[in-house]
């Protein structure tokens, strides 16, 4: 934006979790879209999270969340964090493996890890 009398510019000073990014001639800040982040004040564009963080849906994050054990984002840019199938458990905030032969999650999504099947 111009100031008309000394002919200087003056700059939008947008707050964490927003940007000017794809904002032209225009003074607005937009927020970041969910899976993106902008952890300080000024920043000019948006950052993806990590694989194995997330927004946790959220638009206009300061910052990524680590995916809790049971769930995973593959993933950069992950908006969520996605729950391992039944049948499989978390290895890493990043991976989901099938349980080994004689273990199961009971038929439940989002295990943080196997249990051994009963007996019989």
């Given at each position: 934006?111009?100031s008309?009398?000394?002919?200087?510019a003056?700059?939008?000073?947008c707050?964490?979790?927003?940007?000017?990014?794809?904002v032209?001639?225009?003074?607005?800040?937009?927020?970041?879209?969910?899976?993106?982040?902008?952890?300080e004040?000024?920043?000019?564009?948006?950052?993806?999270c990590?694989?194995?963080?997330?927004t946790?849906?959220e638009?206009?994050?300061?910052?990524?969340t680590?995916?809790?054990?049971?769930?995973?984002?593959?993933e950069e840019?992950?908006?969520?964090?996605?729950?391992?199938?039944a049948?499989?458990?978390?290895v890493?905030k990043?991976?989901?493996?099938?349980?080994?032969?004689?273990?199961?999650?009971?038929?439940?999504?989002?295990a943080?890890?196997?249990?051994?099947?009963?007996?019989?």
């Amino acid at each position: 934006m111009s100031s008309e009398n000394d002919g200087s510019a003056e700059c939008t000073l947008c707050e964490a979790g927003y940007s000017t990014e794809g904002v032209r001639g225009e003074d607005k800040c937009v927020a970041c879209p969910a899976g993106q982040f902008a952890a300080e004040p000024g920043t000019g564009s948006c950052s993806k999270c990590a694989a194995g963080t997330s927004t946790d849906n959220e638009a206009g994050a300061h910052y990524c969340t680590d995916c809790p054990a049971g769930k995973i984002a593959a993933e950069e840019g992950a908006a969520n964090c996605t729950a391992c199938n039944a049948g499989s458990y978390s290895v890493s905030k990043k991976l989901c493996a099938v349980c080994k032969a004689g273990h199961s999650t009971e038929g439940k999504s989002g295990a943080a890890e196997c249990e051994p099947c009963a007996a019989g």
